[in-house]
């Protein structure tokens, strides 16, 4: 393909007519801005559509969290908010506990992020960095461990805190999880463009060694993918249900979505006002996240995804 | 597990960078133990940086993997001694019409939630690829969904699925449908249970496939353009391919995603859940394993499902090898 001749060339539109690019500026760095035809009135009814549907659920549950639990079974469902909204708080908090097991997820969910994101970030950097011996092929064991489903290990583990008496006890959900091969990967891809191999070998010729070099030349030019790492592990974290269901009861040391299952099976003879109050707990704090940073995510998510 | 999953990139391991650079670091000139100790940080601090993974894999991923298997050769009971059987617990489940019924329901609700899901996030993806206003908005809001969990999700869509008061038949009243069983039909039940997959999921591929889609480069749309294809044309033909290994790898995702159901059908069937509703309508593959393992107390069986869940996983990822192969044969690279 002649690229350069095309590239001269203004921009054409769907319509035809041919025009300058939007900015004014060649994009002679970017040669893969993406497709930017302005969007016409039935994208935003299709996007508006989508946004409708994604968001209605989370407004409904608001809705059904704030009105008695009589109104909410009774047809036709209520679409706009009530007034029991504290006091369905007040109860989910106090009578089912539903802050100890806010207190245990957030414990488990952080716990877990960290020990990711630190240990994804030293094997991330050894793979795109460091040469050593059998190096592609573990990376390779990396990638594949990530077909293995949770069903394949959670009879032997149930066993074994069985024995332990880890049953109930929140180490029994962090310790499987203390590094997952999805974050090596993702650190590895992010620092095989971002860390110029220069910098590790300038630090080892002034005499660093290697936990100086991760310290000082590593964590600063990982830090933008360790904060979207630890975003998206503390989101994955927070909604864990298989093993988490397995390991701990509702009735003993749940967490959050433990505690819905049983909400949910009608462990406690609540009403579904008060189920969904308890799930609008466990969804606010993180679509606060979401609303904050939002942005940073999406482009974790996506930079993941694509980069490969 | 299977968020992690999504999250990531293609299965297959990129071709590793160009090992080290010719200019390798040299030892500074110290004494010779520093050197020494010096060759030694050199040669074993990788070992030790993916020695945590692996340590963790090991513990938690292989060995119990493995013990899986052994247990799927044996009858025991939880708490119980093991009792050798052979291939028995994979004969009794050949034989079983609850293993097949639950492989059944595990295909069909998988391929409900996936198929319309991704053709969806294709479309959206399509959408959010136009020059927008409020773009950030529409990225987050179909974002949102991802943000809120199984848990969650499921009571929520219980309630709107409600087929005496739920919001859905109420909707569906007022065009002049019968209300739906939502719960007991089988068809329903498994159509209400994959909107709940779709509806958490079709946003976030929708986000995977748009960074993909920035990725094609421009001229390919120019020379398309130049030669009359029209929108549609061009992304047939052009985005379409261009995108293909992004959507081979979200196609594999949801798959090993929907293999491994067991949140959504265990809530949406409340106190029913564990088997999968009334008649067994909804029961998948996870949720008759964690039948048999801690309910029934048949562990031995509960592994042999584990496994055959673990096969049918490596048969599609046999089937992926052959497709990348194949597409890469034929782009002739």
Known sequence: ?308 | MATSLRAAADGTPPPAPPSSPTRRATPPPHSGRRSRLYRWDLRLSPYAFVAPFFLTFAAFGLFPLLYTGWLSLHRVELGGDAEWRGLDNYAHLADSEFFWNALANTFTIGVVSTVPQLLMALGLAHLLNYKLRGRGFFRVAVLAPYATSIAAATLVFAQLFNTDYGLINTVLGWVGFEPVDWESSKWPAQIAISTIVTWRWTGYNALIYLAAMQAVPQDLYEAAALDGASRWRQFLSVTIPSIRPTILFTVIVSTIGATQLFGEPMIFGGSLGVSGGSGNQFQTLSLLMYEKGWVTGALGQASAIAWVMLLLLLLVGAVRMLFSRASRKKLGA
């Open chain 1, 1 to 308: 393909m002649t690229h350069t001749t095309l590239d001269r060339k203004p921009r054409s539109t769907s319509d035809g007519k041919r025009r300058p690019s939007p900015d004014g500026k060649r994009r002679f760095g970017r040669p893969s801005a993406g497709r930017q035809h302005h969007a016409g009135p039935l994208t935003y009814v299709l996007l508006g559509l989508a946004a409708l549907v994604s968001l209605f659920p989370l407004y409904w549950n608001l809705v059904a969290a704030s009105h008695s639990g009589e109104r909410v079974v009774e047809a036709p469902a209520p679409l706009l908010p009530g007034p029991r909204l504290f006091d369905n708080l007040t109860f989910a908090w106090n009578q089912v506990d539903m802050g100890e097991a806010l207190i245990n997820t957030t414990v488990v969910a952080g716990l877990v992020a960290l020990s990711t994101v630190l240990f994804s970030t030293l094997a991330g950097f050894a793979f795109a960095k460091l040469p050593f011996k059998g190096r592609n092929a573990m990376l390779a064991l990396v990638v594949a461990t990530m077909t293995i489903p949770p069903q394949l290990s959670v009879i032997p583990l149930y066993r074994i805190i069985t024995d332990l008496g880890w049953v109930d006890q929140l180490q029994s959900v962090v310790l499987p999880s203390l590094v997952a091969a999805f974050g090596v990967f993702f650190m590895r891809q992010y620092l095989i463009e971002a860390l110029p191999v220069e910098l590790v070998e300038a630090a080892r010729m002034d005499g660093a060694h290697s936990l100086r070099i991760i310290w000082h030349v590593v964590f600063p030019v990982a830090r933008p993918a360790m904060a979207v790492l630890g975003m998206l592990v503390f989101v994955q974290a927070w909604n864990d249900f298989f093993w988490p269901f397995i390991a701990l009861t509702p009735d003993g040391n749940p967490t959050l979505q433990v505690a819905l299952a049983g909400l949910g099976a009608g462990n406690h003879t609540v009403d579904q006002a008060v189920v969904l109050t308890g799930a609008l707990i466990s969804t606010l704090p993180l679509l606060l996240v979401f609303a904050v940073l939002g942005k940073h995510i999406v482009g974790g998510i996506t930079s993941g995804a694509v980069k490969s």
